[in-house]
């Protein structure tokens, strides 16, 4: 061991044995682990932790669990419990790292430790009326920035989007299925539009208000960890993650093209939408921001920081579209660029998840228009028994404007996490960081 080592041991061990310091380590790695911390910080902080109660550990991490290893004086103990990363709770992520950096900083005893670790665990979610109102607030604003310029779009978007976070809510306290609760608030939204068609009210409306409620549904900070785990060499984990991501917006695909069904509407093909005025398209990004920090509990006063990375960003995207003729992916690679090397040290100092700080970010970019469009249009090639050049043509041009604009914010937030996540990746000494 080294001498820091040492003196830990000496301070520490005769309070602490073997199996204390086993239950303290799993249930911060949990913790971590499940609330959408990366699989890198979470392994740094356990092992750090580790060494202040005296002990060298190791931390394997799988989909479906955790196992902590310890050594001390020549013999390994170490125990495996059940665990999947299916949440995303920022304020829970940043409440248990600074614990972690006051114990290694300032030595208590560790029972202290692991009864803190368990009531931050323990945290009830935001409140169902904060929950649904943000839904709405998210939803309207991406319905302004697609291009809804009427007051009553707004109102049934937003009003589609916060029945769907009580829905979501309420399913999750009798079933703990991941995939229901998109499945079911994607049903709803789809059966909403539905009802719009029925009234007469115009196409583009109704493209809006059963694609807008959608979109606040999609699981990016989950696309993102899992990047991150396959460009680091955790490839089992990795493929876990983007599968599980793949099947939620699978399950929201299918949710909303069976809400459609309904009332046999579909999305129809559209054409671009007119340029949003910067004011009201910067404003709707920021609006939508706090909604995605809200859906992962980031603190009230944590959530300014996102909202105007995300503001700037959008901006830049708009004067590329818009002065500069720069195509979508391109400016959505631009623009998470530049939100990925600011969001970087910045979570590192607000000790936040990487993924969610920097998804909550660039919610307004991501392609759900597309997307849903393209899965609408495979299901018509499917049925259709006629003329289905134009069609296909159309869904296929969905499909790639989809994966390019993916792609391109995929990237432009991986690149500057694993560059600049460099200088970060290093011995923890003193104050923690997380990223």
């Known amino acids: 061991m080294s001498q820091p080592l040492d003196r830990a041991a000496a301070a520490r061990s005769p309070d602490c044995d073997p199996a204390r310091a086993l239950d303290v380590l799993v249930t911060a790695a949990i913790l971590l682990f499940t609330n959408g911390q990366t699989s890198e910080r979470t392994t740094e902080y356990v092992e750090r932790l580790a060494t202040a109660l005296g002990f060298s550990a190791r931390v394997f991490l799988r989909w479906d669990g955790v196992t902590v290893a310890i050594e001390n004086g020549g013999g390994v103990a170490s125990t495996t419990v059940e665990a999947r990363p299916v949440g995303i709770e920022m304020g829970k992520v940043a409440v248990a790292t600074k614990l972690i950096d006051d114990f290694c900083d300032h030595p208590s005893t560790p029972e202290l430790l692991r009864s803190a670790l368990a009531r931050v665990q323990a945290r009830p979610p935001v409140s169902l009326i904060r929950f649904a109102s943000f839904a709405a607030i998210g939803a309207a604003a991406l319905g302004i920035i697609f291009g809804a310029a009427h007051v009553a779009s707004l109102i049934v978007i937003a009003v589609s989007a916060g029945l769907g976070a009580c829905l979501r809510r309420w399913i999750a306290g009798w079933s703990h299925n991941p995939f229901a609760q998109p499945l079911a608030a994607a049903l709803l939204a789809g059966a909403i539009g539905a009802l719009v068609v029925d009234l007469q009210l115009s196409s583009s409306m109704q493209r809006l208000v059963a694609v807008c409620p959608c979109m606040v549904l999609v699981p990016g900070p989950h696309i993102l960890n899992g990047t991150i785990d396959l460009a680091r060499g955790r490839l089992a984990l990795g493929i876990c993650r983007v599968v599980y991501a793949s099947l939620i917006i699978f399950s929201i695909c299918i949710g909303l093209l069976a809400g459609l069904s309904f009332g046999g509407a579909n999305l129809p093909a559209s054409a671009p939408s007119p340029p949003v005025p910067l004011i009201y398209d910067v404003i709707a990004a920021g609006a939508a921001v706090s909604a995605y920090g809200t859906f992962f509990s980031m603190p009230w006063r944590m959530l300014p920081v996102p909202i105007l990375i995300g503001m700037f960003a959008h901006g830049v995207r708009w004067a590329l579209l818009a002065k500069a003729g720069v195509s979508l992916s391109g400016a959505a690679f631009i623009a998470c660029l530049i939100v990925g090397a600011i969001t970087t040290p910045v979570a590192e100092r607000l000790r936040l998840p990487y993924a969610g700080l920097a998804f909550a970010s660039v919610v307004s970019l991501i392609p759900g228009v597309f997307l849903f469009r393209m899965a ?43 560059l600049i996540g460099y200088r970060f990746n290093k011995p923890f000494t003193g104050n923690g960081r997380s990223a």
């Open 376 to 418: 609408d249009g495979l299901l018509e090639l499917v049925a259709s028994g006629g003329n289905v050049s134009g069609l296909l043509q159309a869904t296929l041009a969905d499909g790639i404007n989809a994966f390019l604009i993916t792609l391109a914010i995929t990237l432009g937030l991986i690149l500057p996490k694993m």
